[in-house]
């Protein structure tokens, strides 16, 4: 491998799901309804083999608004795993934020608080974890934890207007598929 990334090796990802592994569905609920993006399942199997963790890291807030429960997200997550067919538990933890946004939450994106927790878990650095996401709650997520990020631009929102809005402009990559970012994030692209 020529590796050139001007970054510590990484050692986990923290993953956002809808619009980011999955096709964005607005207050996603049914299983059926689950699409793998174009890249995702090549870009965890090479994230896989150069040794970075996953970690699955989603803001459901359809729970705490009363639109279906957190079982109905379990069921997706399930799904999820099924369809990427990496093992049967390719995340080594699943953070689901299940507040609506006026509730108080530990773990609702963009708190930092699962990034400080998996950083103290597993003993790794804040440089060596990177947010995937589409959103910019998740960058938002990365610049409160101190940790990398990088933009998948696949969700209906503007991430680069978002990203600016917030302040970040420039501050992350952005990438139209989950497996360019990878490669970026690996050194290998
Ligand atoms: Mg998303």
Known sequence: MNRTAPWPHPKAFILDRDGTLISHVPYLH????????PGVRDGLLQAVSAGVKLFLHTNQSGVGRGYFTLEAVH???RRLVELLDIGPAPFARICIASEAPDQSSRHRKPSPVFAEEVTREFGFRREELWYLGDRGSDLKTAHAAGTNG???ATGL???TAELAEAGLAGAYPIFSRFDLAVKHILGTS
């Open 30 to 37: 049914d299983p059926d309804k689950i699409v793998l993006l």
């Open 75 to 77: 069921a997706c997550n």
């Open 150 to 152: 990088a933009g998948i």
């Open 157 to 159: 929102d503007d991430l």
